[in-house]
C-alpha cells in the first residue's frame, strides 16, 4: 500500500508527539530508534519545505519589484 503524502501542518503534528513522547518517557526503548529516525525524516522535509517556500515568495517578490519597476 503506497504510502501518504503528508502536509507541513501534519509532519510539526507528528513531530511534536514524538518530542512529547520523548519528554515525558512513553516512549518504549524498543520504538526509540524508530521514532528518532522518524523524526529526523519529518525535520528533513519541513526544513526543504520551509526553504522552498521561502525561495518561491522570494521569486515571486523579485518579479513584482521588476514589474513594478520597469
Known sequence: MAKKAINYKESITELEEIIKEMEENQMEIDDLAA????ATELIKFCKEKLY???NEVNK???DLNKETNA
Open 35 to 38: 521514532k528518532a529516525k522518524r
Open 52 to 54: 522552498g517556500t521561502e
Open 60 to 62: 515571486i517578490l523579485e
